[in-house]
């Protein structure tokens, strides 16, 4: 009986050992916080290069807007050239107008020149032929020595004179009118040139004027367009840093629930080893009993005896009844966050990515749950995504981020604290979706822009 006695002791103060040993937060419990705080760390650190990214992005879409003011300003002044060069033709076109009025004009004075000349050249003729048949040249040394008398000498002389003058100036006549005529030609023909010439080289200016504008409107079309690009750049970093922002914040909120969960098994622990220790208390108080009882087995008092035995037969108290069970979910780390068909996998899909599983059913109200216990770190609208959910899960000191994209409605916000198969959703259609589905995502680790880290859904569900 001693040795009984001897041996619960020592079965007792082992197992007072075992109890207090938990009783210290164990090294799992302390690298899992460690890893949750680096990784915290990581995001964090590339939050900040995505906001550096995004300063990046703004000066780049300031410098395209200062290019397109200065590209502008050049289209302005080419424009105030054109409209300058285009009041020159005018100008050009009305003074070939006038020069052409002109020539016509003179085109009808040329007529009467010409006719003239051509009078002159008739009666020029006709003296040539008078000449020729009075033998030649007429010879007014001859008229002048057939004089019969000095009077009629004279009056030769002033007739002799009348007719080389008049023949002089019957010629000079012609050759000024043919130099005038030659002369408002060449006069003409020369400023109608000069005027063409001049409207040519204007025309050439325009169309160069013309030209640059195109070139320059050209130009600004690809820095709008460039804009346009850095602009949509810069808001999906917006949303990358968002959105690692928001998983920094649930990584903070999870560290918390995890220390709060490593104080509650070391208050557990406690409240266990402090009731084994009621209980090794009352297995030496019993030993204690029977020792006394055996002590006194030869006095035969079957009083002792009776009382002993009936001390010793006490029942132990009742257990606390077990806590209600827990909503039916699928086994193993993840639950389907959904009911329906899968309707598309994970892969390459209409020439890009596709990083989840589409999950399709009719009817309306259909719920969405989460897949995993988490917390909510993002609860937005997206362009692309639609209502869109974005939760934290560490299970088992592996963070990892479930996406759930199209919802017709989000019941969950920013910084939720969801339970595995808690409704968070119901399926829908918006964003770039065709039909009504459900767009699962999971990732290793955080997301991120380039879903480097997605996995198949179909590998954890």
């Not at 001693?2 to 009783?23: C, E, F, N, R, W």
């Amino acid at each position: 009986m001693k040795k009984h006695i001897l041996s619960l002791a020592v079965v007792s103060t082992l197992s007072l050992g075992s109890l207090l040993s938990p009783y210290t937060l164990n090294h799992a419990s302390a690298d899992n916080l460690s890893e949750m705080e680096q990784k915290k760390a990581n995001l964090l650190q590339e939050q900040a290069k995505k906001n550096a990214e995004v300063q990046e992005k703004e000066s780049k879409i300031g410098e395209l807007q200062n290019q397109q003011a200065s590209v502008e300003s050049q289209i302005e002044t080419l424009d105030l050239k054109v409209e300058d060069t285009t009041k020159k033709l005018d100008e050009k076109n009305a003074q070939i107008k006038e020069t052409e009025e002109q020539i016509k004009k003179l085109r009808e004075e040329i007529k009467i020149l010409e006719e003239r000349i051509e009078k002159r050249n008739e009666l020029l003729k006709e003296r040539a032929r008078s000449y020729q048949e009075s033998g030649g040249n007429v010879s007014y040394l001859d008229v002048l020595m057939g004089a019969q008398s000095f009077s009629d000498f004279v009056d030769r002389v002033g007739a002799v004179a009348t007719l080389a003058q008049a023949d002089k100036e019957l010629l000079e006549e012609h050759q000024r009118d043919k130099d005038e005529l030659e002369k408002k030609k060449n006069e003409v023909e020369t400023k109608l040139a000069d005027l063409q010439e001049m409207k040519k080289e204007l025309e050439t200016l325009k169309a160069n004027l013309k030209a640059q504008i195109a070139e320059k409107n050209k130009l600004m079309e690809s820095l709008k367009k460039e804009e346009k690009h850095q602009h949509a750049e810069m808001i999906s970093k917006q949303e990358e840093a968002a959105v690692l922002s928001a998983q920094a914040s649930a990584m903070e909120k999870a560290i918390q629930l995890e220390k709060n969960r490593i104080a509650e098994v070391a208050r557990q622990a406690e409240l266990a080893r402090q009731a084994e220790l009621e209980r090794q208390r009352a297995a030496e108080a019993a030993a204690a009993a029977a020792a006394a009882a055996q002590s006194k087995k030869s006095s035969g008092s079957s009083s002792s005896s009776s009382s002993s035995s009936a001390s010793s037969a006490a029942p132990a108290p009742a257990p606390a009844p077990a806590p209600a069970p827990a909503p039916k979910v699928s086994s193993g780390a993840f639950t389907w966050p959904a009911s329906g068909s899968v309707t598309s996998g994970m892969g390459q899909r209409w020439g890009s990515f596709h990083a989840g599983i589409d999950i399709a059913r009719r009817g309306g109200n259909v719920p969405i749950v989460a897949a995993a216990d988490g917390v909510v770190i993002r609860s937005y609208f997206s362009s692309s995504y639609g209502n869109a959910i974005f939760v934290s899960h560490s299970i088992n000191g592996q963070v990892y981020t479930t996406v759930y994209a199209h919802l017709s409605a989000r019941m969950v916000g920013n910084g939720a604290v969801v339970k595995k198969g808690q409704r968070i959703g119901t399926m829908g259609n918006t964003g770039q979706s065709f039909g009504q589905h459900l767009h699962f995502e999971v990732h290793k680790g955080p997301w991120n822009a380039s879903k480097s880290n997605a996995i198949n859904p179909l590998s954890v569900l």
